[in-house]
């Protein structure tokens, strides 16, 4: 019901079917898609010039672009397909909540109030192009097995499944593994005996990405942990021109002078260089400038931790964006007293959803934001919402029954 409630709701949204145009192969995770696809291997991942083989994006989400490309081609089908994708993989995600209501012992009723109102969100638009929807399907799905893991921590089977869930979102996005470590410990703290299942969820994830690290260093000749853009990325958050907001900075031209994406200067510079010689430069830079500019660091690092919460309703970016930016502010205020109340009645899922606030973000607050970095934890902010809703509804049932 929550699946084909939510996938209608975003099928029907803007009139996206009329679209006549092909998918969007420009940005590094779909022009690697492209290149995949069109049998150039996992290199290339900016459409200004070829720059050989990569790292620069985790493999899992162009892989899975580069699927849809080769079933449908570079047209309006494929472009149909990814929305399709998408709007299933958000459908599934929301569906997945009364499972987590229902594995971690909350009532029912939460549950369903958080399907039913994440079901409904709009979805932004760079959610479209990277990996954040598959990257929240993931978690809830880690968050589940999780509960599992607890309630029976005797049997093998959910440890296993846990731990090669949580590769495949290491694939899917590194940022993962601070919120695993996280997790990890907990579970340590929780599960006194027997501790001997716990090995598959610290030893399966790197398994799942060992054949990944050595492709790296076979093409690299050094270890690379999935990705290697943090170097490019870090200088292209903080520098003079720079401001919190990717976008901000995209319309300001502060990104054309410091992203080898838009800059083909720099992306000369990185092809000669390599890869990784390039981000060592670019890592250098950026704590360069940090060391010479602490003050006005500090005041994008606190921008940034603000936004990434309360994001800014910037009406250049069009209404649509604007009203969901402000829409994400208020759930995230509006959870505040659900998520107390969830720690306070379930303190173990309350702990394990904290922490993923807390880790989770952690990356973000150095770089420049985009309302995508969100998403992907956006399910327990409405989990919180849910929870206090139902609370508000069950304190006026106790009021009228005490009433009559």
């Not at 479209?128 to 598959?134: I, Q, R």
Request: net charge positive; glycine share 8%.
């Amino acid at each position: 019901m929550v699946f084909a409630f939510s996938t209608l709701i975003h099928v029907l949204a803007n009139g996206w079917l009329r679209d006549r145009e092909g998918p969007d192969t420009y940005i590094e995770a779909t022009h690697l898609a492209l290149s995949l696809a069109t049998g150039e291997g996992f290199q290339n991942p900016f459409a200004l010039e070829k720059t050989g083989p990569t790292a620069h994006v985790a493999p899992g989400y162009p892989f899975l672009y580069a699927g849809v490309l080769r079933v449908f081609g570079t047209g309006p089908i494929a472009a149909w397909a990814v929305r399709l994708l998408t709007i299933g993989a958000n459908a599934l995600m929301w569906s997945l909540m009364v499972v987590f209501a229902r594995v971690w012992k909350l009532p029912d009723r939460v549950g369903l109030i958080a399907a039913g109102v994440g079901g409904a969100l709009p979805i932004p638009g760079s959610c479209f192009k990277w990996e954040s929807v598959l990257a929240g399907l993931v978690l809830v799905g880690c968050a589940c097995f999780a509960a599992r893991c607890l309630s029976n921590p005797r049997s093998s089977r959910p440890w296993i499944e846990s731990g090669l869930l949580w590769g495949v979102g290491f694939l899917i996005t590194p940022v993962f593994l601070s919120t695993w470590l996280g997790w990890l410990l907990l579970t340590v703290y929780f599960v006194k005996k027997p501790r001997g299942p716990i090995a598959f969820l610290a030893i399966l994830p790197l398994a799942v990405i060992a054949p990944w690290i050595a492709r790296n260093d076979q093409v690299f000749h050094t270890f690379v942990l999935i990705r290697d853009n943090l170097g490019i990325e870090l200088a292209s958050s903080n520098s003079d021109c720079a401001t919190a907001w990717a976008k901000r900075n995209a319309r300001s031209g502060c990104l054309a002078l410091t992203h080898p994406s838009v800059n083909p200067d720099l992306l000369h510079r990185l092809r000669q260089a390599g890869e990784i010689s390039f981000n060592a430069e670019q890592m250098k830079r950026a704590l360069a400038w940090i060391e010479t500019n602490p003050a006005r660091f500090a005041e994008l690092s606190a921008q940034r931790l603000l936004w990434f919460w309360l994001p800014p309703a910037d009406r250049e970016e069009g209404t649509f964006a604007a009203l969901n930016a402000l829409l994400v502010g208020a759930l995230t205020l509006l959870s505040l007293p659900g998520l107390w109340m969830l720690c306070r009645k379930h303190p173990r899922c309350g702990l394990f959803c904290a922490s993923v606030l807390l880790l989770y973000p952690l990356v973000y607050y150095f770089l420049q934001l985009d309302l995508r970095y969100r998403y992907p934890i956006l399910w327990i902010t409405v989990l919180g919402v849910a929870w206090g809703i139902s609370d508000l509804i069950e304190r006026r049932s106790h009021n009228t029954n005490a009433i009559f």
